[in-house]
C-alpha cells in the first residue's frame, strides 16, 4: 500500500480519509526538517503543515505527491518540486472564513483595547474606560490589500455585518467582482491607505509583494490606522512597523503573522502595548482543520489514483500526470 508520511499532526478526519482510501498513514516522531528528511525516503506521499525545502525532497526517491495543509506555499519548493514531476496540492479555501474571522477579531480587539481592557480587568481597574478610548467598526473605512478568497470573504463579512466602507487594492482582481461584493477598487495602494481606519492585508507572499507596507505605505496611512495581518508576515516591513506604531504615527496593529516565526524572545513588536499578537492561529479553528485535513487528503488520493486533484499548485505537471 503507498505510505504517505504526516510531517505534522493533522485533524483526525484527514487520517482516516487517507487510511479508508488503503493508504498506510504515519505520523513523523518529530515536526523538524531533519527527522523529516529522516523519514522521507520510502514515502509516497507527504502532508506537510510547515515548510519543504528541495533538500528534503530530493530525500524522497518514491514521492509521488507533496500535500500543503493550508493556502500559502512560499514555505514549499514548489519550482524543484515541479523538475521532478511531483504534484503539489493544496487547500487555498478550507480556511478561508476562519481566517476572515480572526483578521476582523484583530480589528475589534485593537479597536477596543482588548488586551489592555483585560489587564485592567483582572486588577479590578474598572476606571479603565474613561482613560483609554476605544472604537467601533461601523461606518470606518477598510483596506483590503489582495482579493483572493479570504480578502473576498472579508469584504463581504465587514460590510455587511458591520457596515464598514471598503476599498480594495489589488492590481489583479476584476473591478466588477470587487463590485459585487460591495467593495470599491482603489487605483493605486496609496488611493487605499490614505484615508483607511483599518487596512488588512490578503496577499500571497511574493519577490513583488514582500514589503508592500513599506515605511512609504505606511506613511500614506492615517496616525489613527490599525493594521491589521493573517496573510504573511513578510508582507511588512517590520522595523518600519515598529517605527511607526513607536512614533505614534500609526494608533495600533493586530498580527498573526510575522517574518521570523516563532516570534523572538525579546523582538520590538512584542515590547508594544498597542499591538495585539497571536501565533499564526487564524486558520486554525477546529472547523478549518478538519476541512483542509479532509481536502489534503483527497488532493493525495486523487493524485496517487491518477486523477487530477481539484486544487494543483504546479498547474505545469497535469498533462504529463492526469488523464481527467
Avoid at 480587568?121 to 483609554?132: D, H, L, P, S
Wanted: proline share 6%; charged share 20%.
Amino acid at each position: 500500500m503507498p505510505l504517505c508520511l504526516i510531517a505534522q499532526p493533522i485533524h483526525d478526519a484527514g487520517v482516516t480519509a487517507l487510511r479508508d482510501a488503503g493508504l498506510t498513514v504515519r505520523l513523523a516522531s518529530a515536526p523538524d526538517l531533519d527527522t523529516l528528511a529522516a523519514e522521507i525516503p520510502d514515502a509516497d506521499a507527504v502532508l506537510i503543515r510547515d515548510s519543504l525545502p528541495d533538500w528534503v525532497i530530493d530525500r524522497a526517491p518514491r514521492l509521488k505527491v507533496i500535500a500543503n495543509h493550508g493556502t500559502g506555499t512560499d514555505a514549499v519548493a514548489v519550482d524543484h518540486a515541479t523538475q521532478r514531476g511531483i504534484p503539489v496540492v493544496y487547500t487555498p479555501t478550507a480556511n478561508v472564513q476562519a481566517v476572515a474571522e480572526h483578521a476582523l477579531m484583530l480589528m475589534m480587539g485593537v479597536a477596543r483595547q482588548a488586551q489592555a481592557a483585560d489587564a485592567a480587568a483582572r486588577k479590578g481597574e474598572w476606571g479603565f474606560k474613561y482613560t483609554r478610548p476605544v472604537y467601533g467598526l461601523a461606518g470606518k473605512r477598510l483596506a483590503v490589500l489582495g482579493f483572493g478568497h479570504t480578502g473576498r470573504w472579508l469584504a463581504r463579512m465587514a460590510r455587511g455585518g458591520f457596515g464598514v466602507d471598503v476599498r480594495v487594492w489589488s492590481p489583479s482582481a476584476d473591478p466588477a467582482e470587487i463590485s459585487a461584493a460591495g467593495a470599491s477598487a482603489a487605483p493605486s495602494l496609496e488611493a487605499a491607505l490614505r484615508d483607511a481606519d483599518f487596512v488588512s492585508l490578503h496577499r500571497p507572499l511574493r519577490a513583488d509583494t514582500r514589503h508592500t507596507l513599506d515605511a512609504r505605505a505606511l506613511a500614506w496611512l492615517p496616525a489613527h490606522a490599525i493594521v491589521v495581518n493573517t496573510s504573511r508576515g513578510g508582507l511588512i516591513d517590520e522595523d518600519a512597523l515598529v517605527d511607526a506604531l513607536r512614533g505614534g504615527r500609526l494608533a495600533g496593529a493586530g498580527l498573526d503573522v510575522f517574518a521570523a516565526e516563532p516570534l523572538a524572545q525579546g523582538h520590538p513588536l512584542a515590547q508594544l502595548d498597542n499591538v495585539l499578537l497571536t501565533p499564526h492561529m487564524a486558520g486554525s479553528t477546529q472547523e478549518a482543520l478538519e476541512e483542509t485535513a479532509r481536502q489534503c487528503a483527497q488532493g493525495i488520493v486523487d493524485v496517487l489514483a491518477g486523477r487530477r486533484p481539484q486544487y494543483l499548485k504546479n498547474e505545469e505537471v497535469k498533462s504529463a500526470l492526469f488523464s481527467s
